[in-house]
């Protein structure tokens, strides 16, 4: 089926390409007869506006371009794009997504080439897990907002997990059950996370007559989740029972790597040692056996509130941290 052009609107219509133009961008610039003819034509033949081509002639009027630093690509953070593309659809505007790496400097620089070629109005940086990012040249003068990711090039809006605010209510949750012996299995160091669920983990046990917590973290950008149980692994290659009655893990793959430790030394989970997590992995609580409790980041509602921050015109340049809810499994 071919498709009807502007041309055809405007031979059946009998007004020049202008006019039809006008119809389409800036109708009140006709007289309200002239209007009608021109839009009932439009109804009857079909005819949908080629946006390539109003792309090459400027900005896509209403358009977010999402530039996604490995998000499109890591199935716990795809959320975030769906969050944007929800929310730009409810508003009427629309959006496309460009993924990149940040550690192939050819690859972001094709990417921001391909993405100013379709013309934004604004841009969305996503990435796929928390940390400082870069902000390219040529995106600098872009409304321009973040999602899961900060930057120290220049002040713009993020939208952000609270991490302190997520770890301190699981780990409540656990001094509240009882719990006296934990041993903590960080995630990396060096991650921008780490420090705020260490501070809440310390504040929240602070207080707490249970032992002094044993803390171990994986290795920098470390994605050996197998290193990161090591410690665990160590401890129940001892002869001794285990001298933990609770194993909080920094994510749900280190959650995952515990769980089979433990069952298979023939330790009950909750019964004989608790576990409980972070990150609730695209609903990955729920296959555990029993159900981990975790919990959730706030994936799709951080694409939401970037895509609402432009949508609305939102003019701050804050960091906004988003809460992170518990999801209450079986496990503790």
């Given at each position: 089926m071919?498709m009807?052009s502007?041309?055809?609107?405007?031979?059946?219509?009998?007004?020049?390409?202008?006019?039809v133009?006008?119809?389409?961008k800036?109708?009140?610039?006709?007289?309200?007869?002239?209007?009608?003819?021109?839009?009932?034509?439009?109804?009857?033949?079909?005819?949908?506006?080629n946006?390539?081509?109003?792309?090459?002639?400027?900005?896509?009027?209403?358009?977010?371009?999402?530039?996604?630093?490995?998000?499109?690509?890591?199935?716990?953070?795809?959320e975030?794009?769906?969050?944007?593309?929800?929310?730009?659809?409810?508003?009427?505007?629309?959006?496309?997504v460009?993924?990149?790496?940040?550690?192939?400097?050819?690859?972001?620089?094709?990417?921001?080439?391909?993405?100013?070629?379709?013309?934004?109005?604004?841009?969305?940086?996503?990435?796929?897990?928390?940390?400082?990012?870069?902000?390219?040249e040529?995106?600098?003068s872009?409304?321009?907002?973040?999602?899961?990711?900060?930057?120290?090039?220049?002040?713009?809006?993020?939208?952000?997990?609270?991490?302190?605010?997520?770890?301190?209510?699981?780990?409540?949750?656990?001094?509240?059950?009882?719990?006296?012996?934990?041993?903590?299995?960080?995630?990396?160091?060096?991650?921008?996370?780490?420090?705020?669920?260490?501070?809440?983990?310390e504040?929240?046990?602070?207080?707490?007559?249970?032992?002094k917590?044993?803390?171990?973290?994986?290795?920098?950008?470390?994605?050996?989740?197998?290193?990161?149980?090591?410690?665990?692994i160590?401890?129940?290659?001892?002869?001794?029972?285990l001298?933990?009655?609770?194993?909080?893990?920094?994510?749900?793959?280190?959650?995952l790597?515990?769980?089979?430790?433990?069952?298979?030394?023939?330790?009950?989970?909750?019964?004989?040692v608790?576990?409980?997590?972070?990150?609730?992995?695209?609903?990955?609580?729920?296959?555990?056996?029993?159900?981990?409790?975790?919990?959730?980041?706030?994936?799709?509602?951080m694409?939401?509130?970037?895509?609402?921050?432009l949508?609305?015109?939102?003019?701050?340049?804050?960091?906004?941290?988003?809460?992170?809810?518990?999801?209450?499994?079986?496990?503790?």
């Open positions: 071919l009807v502007l041309k055809d609107v405007a031979k059946e219509a009998g007004v020049s390409l202008m006019t133009s006008r119809a389409l800036s109708p009140d610039k006709l007289s309200p007869k002239t209007y009608k003819v021109v839009k009932e034509v439009i109804d009857r033949l079909g005819y949908v506006p946006l390539a081509a109003q792309h090459i002639r400027g900005v896509a009027a209403n358009t977010i371009g999402v530039l996604s630093l490995g998000t499109a690509t890591t199935p716990f953070s795809v975030i794009l769906l969050g944007i593309e929800q929310t730009v659809r409810q508003h009427g505007w629309n959006s496309f460009i993924n990149t790496f940040e550690n192939d400097s050819q690859a972001m620089e094709d990417a921001v080439e391909q993405m100013l070629s379709h013309r934004p109005s604004a841009i969305i940086i996503a990435r796929n897990g928390l940390k400082n990012v870069s902000i390219p040529k995106l600098r872009f409304p321009l907002v973040l999602a899961n990711c900060q930057t120290q090039d220049m002040a713009v809006a993020a939208y952000i997990p609270d991490d302190y605010q997520g770890q301190r209510v699981v780990v409540d949750r656990i001094v509240a059950k009882g719990y006296q012996r934990p041993l903590f299995l960080h995630i990396p160091k060096n991650y921008i996370a780490t420090a705020k669920r260490r501070q809440a983990f504040d929240a046990w602070a207080n707490h007559s249970g032992q917590p044993v803390q171990f973290f994986m290795r920098r950008d470390g994605e050996d989740y197998f290193e990161g149980a090591q410690p665990l160590d401890y129940l290659e001892k002869p001794d029972p001298p933990f009655d609770v194993i909080i893990c920094g994510n749900d793959r280190i959650a790597v515990a769980y089979q430790l433990l069952l298979a030394k023939g330790y009950r989970i909750p019964e004989d608790a576990v409980c997590a972070y990150d609730n992995m695209v609903g990955i609580a729920q296959l555990f056996i029993p159900p981990l409790t975790t919990v959730e980041l706030p994936h799709y509602q694409g939401q509130e970037a895509a609402l921050h949508i609305e015109g939102r003019k701050d340049r804050d960091i906004h941290q988003l809460p992170c809810p518990l999801i209450e499994g079986e496990s503790c």
